[in-house]
């Protein structure tokens, strides 16, 4: 079988400030405030990379100098479907850079023990269907949280999706792939593996209590 990490729907998102910010990120003595912020910025990056492909189209428009075709995109603004809690994490720098992005939340936590995703809120955008869904959520693990947001938005009509995240672990690449072989993945960075609680290794620790503080 074809390594999945190795697919060409994976892309490893190899800028050397997303690399930077990353590692600053994963250190266990980065405190709440900077850690918010790297987390911002590296969004922006994500956003800026998985926004890459969109269609655009030509529009007339009279500059002060001239009229000239030139390019617009061809579809409304992206919308991002947030994972609930720690998707929210990477939401303030994506915005930055779309602020006409409409926001889905999908309030999913996976139950410690089983390591399943559990579903407990669901808003979208009604028309999600005609725009780019970018998923987010800052952790890939066992991939059950990814496969039970997908299977729901696909369900619900959106088309076009594509999954961001921060790091990934081998095994969520793979669940994802092997669910949802047409959906794009972006990551920053692809880890080593799980540990026996599900947490990825070497990883951040837990997204959402170091976005929120909550630990
Ligand atoms: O790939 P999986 O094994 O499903 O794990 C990944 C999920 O775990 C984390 O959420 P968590 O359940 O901790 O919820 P939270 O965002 O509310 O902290 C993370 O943000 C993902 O949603
Ligand atoms: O390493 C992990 C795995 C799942 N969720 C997290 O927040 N971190
Ligand atoms: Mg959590």
């Known amino acids: 079988m074809q390594d ?6 994976v892309t490893t998102v190899d800028h050397p400030l997303v690399q930077h910010k990353l590692t ?8 709440l405030p900077e850690f918010r912020r790297l ?18 189209k030509t529009v007339s428009v009279e500059t002060p100098v001239a009229r000239a075709d030139l390019p617009l995109l061809a579809r409304p603004e992206p919308c991002f ?6 998707g929210n994490g990477l939401l303030d720098g994506m915005l930055d850079l779309i602020p006409a992005a409409s926001v ?5 936590y996976r139950d410690p023990a089983t390591l399943e995703a559990v579903e407990y809120y669901y808003k979208v955008p009604g028309d999600m269907g005609e725009r ?19 299977d729901r938005l696909k369900k619900d009509g959106a088309k076009d999706i594509s999954f961001v995240c ?27 593996r799980l540990n ?20």
């Open 104 to 108: 889905g939340h999908l309030g999913l």
């Open 166 to 192: 921060l790091v990934a672990a081998p095994e969520g690449i793979e669940a994802l792939t092997e669910a949802h072989p047409d959906i794009p993945i972006y990551t920053a960075a692809v880890d080593e």
């Open 132 to 150: 780019l869904a970018i998923v987010v959520d800052p952790m890939l693990a066992t991939g059950h949280t990814a496969v039970a947001a997908l």
């Open 39 to 56: 987390l911002r910025e590296i969004s922006l990056l994500l956003a800026y990379e998985v926004t890459r492909h969109l269609e655009l």
């Open 81 to 86: 479907i947030t994972i609930l809690r720690a």
């Open 196 to 215: 026996e609680k599900g947490y990825i290794v070497p990883g951040l620790g837990d997204a959402g209590d170091r976005i929120f503080g909550t630990k």
């Open 24 to 31: 600053l990120m994963r250190d266990r003595d980065t405190a």
């Open 4 to 9: 999945p990490v190795a697919s060409p729907k």
